[in-house]
């Protein structure tokens, strides 16, 4: 069964740091990727998302993912945080592309972005 | 965006009673919705897939009879904790996918729903 690995349970950052949260899955096939943000009080809303193309995808507010199919990675970065940043991310694979396939989601980071 | 709406955002009951709640897309047609459970600093876990005019398809371990699912409209599905015990306390999340997002797999998610039985 797939699985989505989320290493960083918990990340602090100072304004301006810069930021990377590690995201893996496992499955050798296509695969759709997706980032999730939840701020505090919110519904969760797509960050950013690759389904093909250019592995590197650019998603809103600054933030940025790269697709390393060998390395089964979809690390999602960002040059310099903001304090509004603090919030709960979430990465999710489907399998395949088209059709039905079920979303799975990793355990999610929370970032804590200190002014 | 695509909104999703969910109702109640907080219940409490009492053990053994039975809770519904509504996942409403207010400005599009969800043909397919989700049903999550996100249990502290764990992961949403789907739930069952809600399909309009059909039976829910649940996932391995999720018991049917206990959560009831019903997809009666394009623009609604119900979740029903039926006989609620203390461990069904949880956070529970529906999502829906546009018709559009059939193939980029994209999802809206609800706000959300604490559930706390007594």
């Known amino acids: 069964a797939q699985s989505v690995s989320q290493h960083n349970h918990h990340v602090i950052l100072s304004e301006a740091a810069s930021l990377e949260l590690g995201c893996n899955y496992s499955y050798g096939g296509t695969v759709n990727l ?6 505090p009080g919110q519904h969760l809303q797509l960050l950013l998302k690759y389904f093909s193309g250019d592995p590197l995808v650019k998603g809103i507010k600054g933030f940025e993912a790269e697709f390393i199919k060998s390395k089964f990675s979809f690390n999602l970065r960002k040059p310099s945080v903001q304090w509004s940043d603090t919030a709960e991310y ?18 999610g980071t929370k970032l804590q972005v200190i002014p | 965006g695509a909104v999703v709406s969910q109702h109640p955002s907080r219940v409490i009951c ?3 009673t039975s809770v519904k709640i509504e996942c409403r897309s207010l400005d599009f047609q969800a043909t397919t919705m989700f049903w999550y459970r996100q249990f502290p600093k764990q992961s949403l876990m789907l739930m069952a897939t809600s399909n309009e005019g059909s039976k ?8 049917k009879d206990k959560f009831l699912i019903n997809h009666a409209s394009l623009t609604l599905s119900t979740l029903t904790v039926t006989s609620a ?3 069904d306390s949880s956070f529970y999340i529906c999502s829906a996918r546009t018709s559009g997002g059939l193939l980029t797999g994209e999802l809206f998610f609800g706000e959300g ?4 039985v007594l």
């Open chain 2, 113 to 116: 729903s604490r559930l706390t």
């Open chain 2, 14 to 16: 009492k053990s053994g």
């Open chain 1, 34 to 39: 997706f980032w999730y943000v939840q701020y």
């Open chain 2, 85 to 87: 015990h203390p461990e």
């Open chain 2, 56 to 63: 829910a398809t649940y996932e391995q371990g999720v018991e």
């Open chain 1, 90 to 107: 979430f990465c999710a694979v489907r399998l395949g592309s088209g059709g039905y396939q079920k979303v799975t989601f990793g355990t």
